[in-house]
């Protein structure tokens, strides 16, 4: 089955400094990347998503970028705010089909 | 519009017990998905109800652990005999057939198993 693995487990930045998060599929047959949000205590929230046919998205400070054939994909956030700080999480699916996710990176912006 | 809810957001119950989690997806969702969040953890998935289609049970940990999807919206996941271990977030999300097949998330329930 399907295994996702996520890097780094922790990040810490500066405020308006860029952040990368990086996630590993194995299932060639996936084809569906989202990136959820998660703050304390709250449900985990869709921030971007992309599908195999695409290879970048991009969405004010947010963009994913996925390659195919590494089987692998990244979030992007730029010009960084404290309130980005939170655990985000990577998932695949072949669509419309269950979710995988990674472990999460725990993101922290200091002012 | 409303969003996807559950019931109740925390429940402390006996080792042994039962217990039943309640997910109410978005209006006109045919997909209800059930995962779990243990502290600190990832999101595990569990079981998910497609329309009128054989739910993919792959995830349940073990034969205590069932859901049910009635009439194609409400479903509810029952522990049987409840463990220490099966404290955790139980989140339920839903998607629609429209788009990529986007999984919106509810607020979770709490279980904690004393």
């Known amino acids: 089955g399907e295994n996702v693995e996520q890097h780094p487990s922790t990040l810490s930045v500066q405020e308006g400094d860029s952040a990368v998060i990086k996630c590993t599929y194995s299932?060639?047959?996936?084809?569906?990347f989202p990136w959820y949000k998660q703050e304390l205590g709250k449900r985990p929230q869709l921030i971007i998503d992309?599908?195999?046919?695409?290879g970048e998205k991009k969405d004010q400070r947010i963009a994913v970028t996925l390659n195919k054939t590494a089987k692998h994909f990244s979030l992007h956030i730029t010009e960084t705010q404290p309130e980005d700080s939170a655990v985000y999480f990577c998932a695949a699916s072949t669509g419309f089909q269950k979710l995988v996710f990674g472990t999460g990176t725990r993101l922290l912006v200091s002012p | 519009g409303a969003g996807v809810s559950q019931s109740p957001s925390n429940k402390v119950t006996e080792k042994g017990k039962d217990v039943e989690l309640r997910c109410d997806p978005i209006s006109g969702h045919t997909a209800l998905y059930w995962y779990r969040q243990s502290l600190g953890q990832g999101l595990e998935f569990l079981i998910y109800?497609?329309?009128?289609?054989?739910?993919?049970k792959s995830g349940l940990p073990s034969d205590r652990f069932s859901a049910e999807r009635t009439g194609g919206s409400v479903s509810t996941l029952t522990i049987q005999r409840t463990q220490q271990e099966d404290s955790a977030v139980y989140l339920c999300?839903?998607?629609?057939?429209?788009?990529?097949?986007?999984?919106?998330f509810g607020p979770g329930t709490r279980l904690t198993v004393t």
């Open positions: 999300a839903s998607s629609s057939r429209q788009g990529a097949g986007e999984q919106y």
């Open positions: 992309i599908r195999s046919n695409v």
């Open positions: 299932d060639s047959a996936s084809n569906y």
């Open positions: 109800f497609q329309g009128n289609s054989a739910p993919d």
